[in-house]
């Protein structure tokens, strides 16, 4: 588009100031080595989560830059700013990870009081891994000015004596290592090759999952989700977006016009057929949350059989991002889901989902499949209910074999996720068993960490075919094997997890949507009376003092509220 003057905007969010503001505005700007000519035009905000801790972002300095130019070539003034952004890979198996979750909503904050401040007339959110592009996405849902996203895709695999390795392969051959099955420069070999690049982690975990459902949403260009982050076709999709921003400031397309519920459930569908993470179903509530609206859990059990899985790279798999990015990506994963899509719903390209797919091609390699060859017949989500969870648990269903999609045990039961790990790197998780892991929910955790480290490495020991795990935790989108999560109530808020004791039995079947434990209501109760949880883990601090008092329920999103359930 070509450049506007400031006079063809006649309402700029950024020039509803008082006069004498207005002018200290612009000598505050111009010690900064702005111009007349650059005051002069729409200020756009472009909120960059880069920084050196985290390899999806390590990149995005440069990304940004390309959205800058972008910016300034169809006429608006790029104004810059960083938020916090940590790395989940740094925190898994760490205390760390008590944090992540809860960094969602306080980036949310953070870029909601950074824009809101300055007053500005657009924004252009860069971010690309698994908490951050979520709060992204609330905060522009919430603050409601023109705006696009540019995600910053996925890094390249690695490899290991001629097979594909991706970050995971660390974790899974940590035990094989330590029973002397690999050499110590043989596990170097793996450590040094898993990550060749940055970028997101390169199969279907959080992060790339989000960025999918975020183009699949229409806040993002198409082709975005699946990007590789090394390649120059990134670069000139940032400047694509820094342009096409200006064409929403100027024909006030804004977010809310773009994520509706309609939108949402379009994203859940994409989600669906492309295997996606299990955390997606902690972030499509409270991204709902922020637009007035809300999604029952069991929502994703119809979503799950109207999109059957088609996107063939989920752990295990020997397909990567990059190969579903040549295979078609996004656009190709909705093209195939046309009969289950509303494609009336505008995207930030100014068009209808619909619009946007008319030069697409059906997808026709092993990569994405067609709704008649999915991988398996449903898609990823299994929403899961019964006496040990009430209001619903969660498990990646795609991520199973045949054998586990139903099972019974006997319960090993573990208040936190450091003894279960000890217990099975001793060898006394024994196949058959179900692993309890409790207290690790949203207020118990308190911040409901990952089980990542303890499901890879029960990976690398090849139990995961035969132990099932069932915490009020999380897991990353890596994991794979029975992992069941999200069971709320969780055990600090009085779900019945918190009474289950070694040698319960408990079983599950996926097909039937069921979780229970041997158990009558009356011994449950009865159990309940005796009941002492342990201490908070964490006591002080934004965590223990403000955190664990107002989050809500998983299955409400894990959203900050006064009053909740």
Same mark, same amino acid.
């Given at each position: 588009m070509?450049a506007?003057?400031i006079?063809?905007y006649?309402?700029?969010?950024s020039?509803? *100031?008082?006069e004498?503001?207005?002018?200290e505005?612009?000598?505050l700007?111009?010690s900064m080595n702005?111009?007349?000519?650059d005051?002069?035009?729409p200020? *756009?905000?472009?909120?960059n989560?880069?920084?050196?801790f985290?390899?999806?972002?390590?990149?995005?300095k440069?990304v940004? $830059?390309?959205?800058?130019?972008?910016?300034w070539?169809a006429?608006?003034m790029?104004v810059?700013?960083?938020?916090i952004?940590p790395?989940?890979?740094?925190a898994?198996?760490?205390?760390?990870? /008590?944090?992540?979750l809860?960094?969602?909503?306080?980036?949310a904050?953070s870029? +909601?009081m =950074?824009i809101?401040s300055?007053?500005?007339d657009?924004v252009?959110?860069l971010?690309?891994c698994?908490?951050i *592009?979520?709060?992204q996405l609330?905060?522009?849902?919430?603050?409601?000015?023109?705006?696009?996203?540019?995600t910053g895709g996925?890094?390249l695999?690695?490899s290991?004596?001629?097979?594909k @390795?991706?970050?995971? /392969?660390i974790?899974? =051959?940590?035990?094989?290592? #330590?029973e002397?099955k690999?050499?110590?420069?043989? !596990?170097k070999?793996?450590?040094?090759n898993?990550?060749p690049?940055?970028?997101a982690?390169c199969?279907?975990g959080?992060?790339?999952?989000m960025?999918?459902m975020t183009?699949?949403?229409?806040?993002?260009?198409?082709g975005?989700?699946t990007?590789?982050?090394?390649?120059?076709s990134?670069?000139?999709?940032?400047r694509?977006?820094?342009?096409? *921003?200006?064409?929403?400031?100027?024909?006030?397309?804004?977010?809310?016009?773009?994520?509706? $519920? +309609?939108?949402?459930k379009?994203a859940m569908m994409?989600?669906?057929a492309i295997?996606?993470?299990?955390?997606? @179903?902690?972030?499509v509530?409270a991204?709902?949350?922020?637009l007035?609206?809300?999604?029952?859990?069991a929502?994703?059990?119809? %979503?799950?059989?109207?999109a059957p /899985?088609?996107v063939?790279?989920?752990?295990g798999?020997?397909?990567?991002?990059?190969? !579903?990015d040549r295979?078609?990506?996004v656009?190709?994963?909705?093209n195939?889901?046309?009969?289950?899509?509303?494609?009336?719903?505008?995207?930030c390209t100014?068009?209808?989902?619909?619009?946007n797919?008319?030069s697409?091609?059906?997808?026709?390699s092993?990569?994405?499949?067609?709704l008649?060859n999915? %991988?398996?017949? +449903?898609?990823?989500i299994?929403?899961?209910?019964?006496?040990?969870?009430?209001?619903g648990a969660v498990?990646?269903?795609?991520?199973?074999?045949?054998?586990?999609?139903?099972? #019974?045990?006997p319960?090993? @039961?573990f208040?936190? $996720?450091?003894?279960a790990k000890?217990?099975l790197?001793?060898?006394r998780?024994r196949?058959g068993d179900?692993?309890?892991?409790?207290?690790?929910?949203?207020?118990?955790?308190?911040?409901m960490?990952e089980m990542y480290t303890?499901q890879?490495?029960l990976?690398?020991?090849k139990?995961?075919d035969?132990?099932a795990?069932?915490?009020?935790g999380?897991?990353s989108?890596?994991?794979?094997?029975?992992a069941?999560g /999200?069971?709320?109530?969780?055990?600090a808020a009085?779900?019945?997890?918190?009474?289950?004791?070694?040698?319960d039995?408990?079983?599950y079947d996926?097909? #039937?949507?069921?979780?229970?434990?041997?158990?009558?209501?009356? $011994?449950i109760?009865?159990r309940h009376k005796?009941?002492k949880?342990?201490?908070p883990k964490?006591?002080?601090?934004f965590?223990?003092?403000?955190?664990?008092?107002?989050?809500?329920?998983?299955d409400?999103?894990?959203?900050l509220r006064?009053s909740?359930?």
């Open positions: 070509s506007k003057k006079t063809d006649p309402d700029l969010n020039r509803r *100031v008082p004498d503001s207005y002018y505005r612009r000598a700007f111009k702005f111009d007349d000519s005051l002069d035009r200020f *756009v905000a472009v909120a989560s880069w920084n050196e985290v390899p999806g972002h390590h990149h995005l440069r940004g $830059e390309a959205v800058k130019i972008g910016i070539q006429g608006g790029p810059e700013f960083n938020h952004a790395c989940d890979g740094l898994d198996g760490t205390v760390g990870m /008590h944090w992540i809860p960094s969602r909503d306080i980036m904050a870029m +909601e =950074m809101q300055q007053r500005v657009g252009v959110a971010s690309t698994d908490k *592009v979520p709060a609330m905060a522009l849902a919430r603050i409601n000015l023109p705006s696009i996203m540019v996925a890094m695999s690695g290991f004596q001629g097979e @390795v991706q970050a995971q /392969h974790n899974e =051959m940590y035990p094989v290592w #330590k002397g690999l050499t110590d420069s043989q !596990f070999q793996i450590e040094d898993v990550c690049t940055c970028g982690c199969t279907m959080t992060a790339n999952t960025c999918c183009e699949a949403m229409g806040m993002s260009l198409p975005n989700g990007q590789i982050a090394v390649n120059a990134l670069f000139r999709l940032a694509r977006a820094g342009r096409k *921003v200006m064409e929403l400031i100027d024909k006030d397309i804004r977010p809310r016009d773009i994520m509706t $519920e +309609e939108s949402m379009n994409v989600h669906s295997g996606g993470s299990t955390n997606a @179903v902690i972030h509530p991204i709902l949350h922020e007035g609206a809300e999604i029952p859990l929502r994703w059990n119809d %979503i799950s059989r109207l /899985h088609l063939n790279i989920t752990a798999s020997p397909y990567t991002m990059e190969d !579903f295979a078609g990506g656009p190709a994963v909705m195939a889901l046309r009969s289950v899509l509303n494609l009336d719903v505008k995207t100014g068009n209808s989902i619909g619009a797919l008319e697409c091609k059906n997808p026709t092993d990569v994405i499949r067609s008649d999915p %991988i398996y017949g +449903e898609g990823a299994a929403i899961l209910t019964g006496n040990l969870a009430p209001h498990v990646k269903q795609t991520a199973l074999t045949p054998d586990m999609l139903a099972h #019974k045990g319960a090993r @039961v208040d936190d $996720e450091e003894n000890e217990a790197l001793a060898r998780i196949p179900v692993v309890v892991i409790r207290y690790e929910g949203p207020r118990g955790g308190p911040g960490r303890f890879t490495i990976c690398g020991m139990l995961d035969s132990v795990l069932v915490t009020d999380r897991f989108g890596w994991n794979r094997g029975p069941i /999200h069971v709320s109530p969780e055990a009085g779900g019945p997890l918190a009474t289950v004791k070694d040698g039995v408990i079983l996926i097909p #039937k949507r069921v979780l229970a434990v041997e158990l009558s209501e009356a $011994e109760r009865e005796t009941i949880p342990p201490e964490i006591k002080g601090g965590l223990g003092e403000i955190y664990s008092k107002l989050v809500t329920s998983v409400k999103g894990a959203i006064v909740h359930d």
